[in-house]
């Protein structure tokens, strides 16, 4: 099985999360390669106002351990459609699109998002 993580499981990781923070453990423990996260996810994630810069190299290391998926033509062309369908800000859009494009399963708590996305994208809640 392969995940891509949306950033509130990654800002739920670094907030100490018993519950996230296992489940990723134990998925890099299994296959360090399962776990991949969007460009978008690192953005949004480094962007956080509350980071101190003593903070963002540290965090970086952390986005880092993740397999990192960049922007592809296929990806721009279905956070497009899924934009003009569904609603979907830019970020999530394209983490569905990334998710969609590459086969894999979304691992998000956020719960409007899940009920947008889940009849097209197999999607895991923490």
Same mark, same amino acid.
């Given at each position: 099985?392969?995940?891509?993580?949306?950033? *509130?499981?990654?800002? &739920?990781?670094?907030? &100490?999360? =018993?519950?996230?923070?296992?489940?990723?453990?134990?998925? !890099?423990?299994? %296959? !360090?390669?399962?776990?991949?996260?969007?460009?978008?996810? !690192?953005?949004?994630?480094? +962007?956080? $106002?509350?980071? $101190? %810069?003593?903070?963002? *190299?540290?965090?970086?290391?952390?986005? %880092?351990?993740?397999?990192?998926?960049?922007?592809?033509?296929?990806?721009?062309? /279905? +956070?497009?459609?899924?934009?003009? !369908?569904?609603?979907?800000? /830019? &970020?999530?859009? #394209?983490?569905?699109?990334?998710?969609?494009? %590459? $086969?894999?399963?979304?691992?998000? *708590?956020? $719960?409007? /998002?899940? =009920?947008?996305?889940? *009849?097209?994208?197999? #999607? /895991?809640?923490?």
């Amino acid at each position: 099985m392969r995940y891509l993580l949306d950033s *509130n499981i990654l800002i &739920g990781f670094l907030n &100490g999360d =018993k519950k996230i923070i296992d489940w990723i453990l134990e998925r !890099k423990r299994e %296959n !360090k390669f399962s776990l991949s996260i969007s460009f978008i996810s !690192k953005i949004e994630v480094l +962007s956080l $106002k509350e980071l $101190k %810069n003593g903070q963002v *190299n540290e965090l970086e290391r952390f986005l %880092n351990s993740f397999y990192m998926i960049y922007l592809s033509d296929e990806i721009i062309n /279905l +956070s497009a459609a899924l934009r003009r !369908k569904n609603f979907l800000s /830019l &970020g999530d859009a #394209v983490v569905v699109a990334t998710t969609i494009s %590459n $086969k894999l399963i979304l691992v998000t *708590n956020d $719960k409007v /998002l899940i =009920k947008k996305v889940k *009849n097209f994208v197999e #999607v /895991l809640s923490i």
